[in-house]
Every structure is written in C-alpha cells, then in structure tokens.
T-cell receptor
Framework: DAGVIQSPRHEVTEMGQEVTLRCKPI?????LFWYRQTMMRGLELLIY????????DSGMPEDRFSAKMPNASFSTLKIQPSEPRDSAVYFC?????????????FGSGTRLTVV | ELKVEQNPLFLSMQEGKNYTIYCNYS?????LYWYRQDPGKSLESLFV?????AVKQEGRLMASLDTKARLSTLHITAAVHDLSATYFC?????????????FGKGTHLIIQP
C-alpha cells in the first residue's frame, strides 16, 4: 500500500495566483480529511468527505478555499486567489469507517509558500 | 466546541530521565489519538485509546486515558535522543463515525545527550 499520496510536495506561488493541491487516499478508504498546519494555529481541520460527499466544511477559512472529491481516489483543495497568510503545510488524511479505531493515515503534506 | 489542550508545549530534557505530557479535552469523546511528528515530516500514529482506563505501551512510551477526567497522558521512560520530536494528542467527537480530529497544539520535545 502506497499510503496517502499528496502532490506537489512543495509549492511556491505569487499572491493572487490559483493553487491546487492534490490527494490520493488509500484505496478502499471511505473518509478523506484536509488539514492545515501553521506555527500560530497548529493543525486545523478544513473539510472532510465521506464516500466523496463533503460532510463538514466549517473549517474552510474563506470562500477563496474550495475542495472537491470527484471520485473515491482523488481529491483537490483549491485556493483562489492565494494570499501570503495561506502559507502553511496542508495535509490530507484518509480512514476507513470500520477501522477508524485503528487511526487515520496522513500523507506527507504539501508545503505552500505564497509570496 | 471541542477544545484540546496539551502541556507543556516545549520540553527539554536529558537522556535517561522520565517525563509526562498531558492532554486535556473539553467534551465527551470515545477516541483519543497520539501522533508523533518529526521536523518537516508527516504525522505518525503512536497510540489509539478507546476506553476509560486504557493503557498502551510501545518501547519507552506509555499512553493512558481517563475519560472521566477528560485527560490523557503520554509518559516517557528513560528518554533517548531518538524520541526528540513533536507529539500531538487528538480527539474525535463521540459521533460513532470517522469524525475529523481536533488536535492539541503539540509538545515539542528535545532530548539532550
């Protein structure tokens, strides 16, 4: 199992540009989570999906942020337009409901820098 | 709103010493997780605690859960340098599903020779 795969690993972009982060969950997992990690705010849950349907997006900071999960093996987190304060590490995690008590598996993260 | 507080946030200790990290949470939960994060890396699952009085041990680390006090501890025994990392506790709502986790701020642990 390749684990949760995120791309790109690093992204540097200019303020105002659109940024798209990608995630491939573990095959068969039915939950997918997007987290953001910053020094100031720690790890924050942005949004999560169950069977490709968004369940809770209350953590999405602004309308500039959007997330989709068009199928069970792919999700995107888009920021448009990006701002310097969006600089953070974005993690994707996945889980299987019947095995949730074993934990959640995190991807390697995407380090986003907006200049 | 579920809140998770860890303390201490920073800890510098010598090899061979023992220490405990504390994790308090504000509302009822049926799952508590401990994760480790090395600099620039992802989160690695250490322990999952599911019931009151649960205790799990792996090497020099031992985690426990008191659901009545809404408190979990991560105890480090005879610390070694390799345990230097940031440790997070995370709590799930008692929803029965795979709810999103609420994380503490993390404890940045430095173990000096």
């Amino acid at each position: 199992d390749a684990g949760v795969i995120q791309s790109p690993r690093h992204e540097v972009t200019e303020m105002g540009q659109e940024v798209t982060l990608r995630c491939k969950p573990i095959s068969g997992h039915d939950y997918l989570f997007w987290y953001r990690q910053t020094m100031m705010r720690g790890l924050e849950l942005l949004i999560y999906f169950n069977n490709n349907v968004p369940i809770d997006d209350s953590g999405m900071p602004e309308d500039r942020f959007s997330a989709k999960m068009p199928n069970a093996s792919f999700s995107t987190l888009k920021i448009q337009p990006s701002e310097p304060r969006d600089s953070a590490v974005y993690f994707c995690a996945s889980s299987l409901l019947v095995r949730v008590r074993e934990g959640y598996t995190f991807g390697s993260g995407t380090r986003l820098t907006v200049v | 709103e579920l809140k998770v507080e860890q303390n201490p946030l920073f800890l510098s200790m010598q090899e061979g010493k023992n220490y405990t990290i504390y994790c308090n949470y504000s509302t009822t939960s049926d799952r508590l997780y401990w994760y480790r994060q090395d600099p620039g890396k992802s989160l690695e699952s250490l322990f999952v605690l599911l019931s009151n009085g649960a205790v799990k041990q792996e090497g020099r680390l031992m985690a426990s859960l008191d659901t009545k006090a809404r408190l979990s501890t991560l105890h480090i025994t005879a610390a070694v340098h390799d345990l230097s990392a940031t440790y997070f506790c995370a709590v799930a709502y008692s929803g029965g599903g795979a709810d999103g986790l609420t994380f503490g701020k993390g404890t940045h642990l430095i173990i000096q020779p």
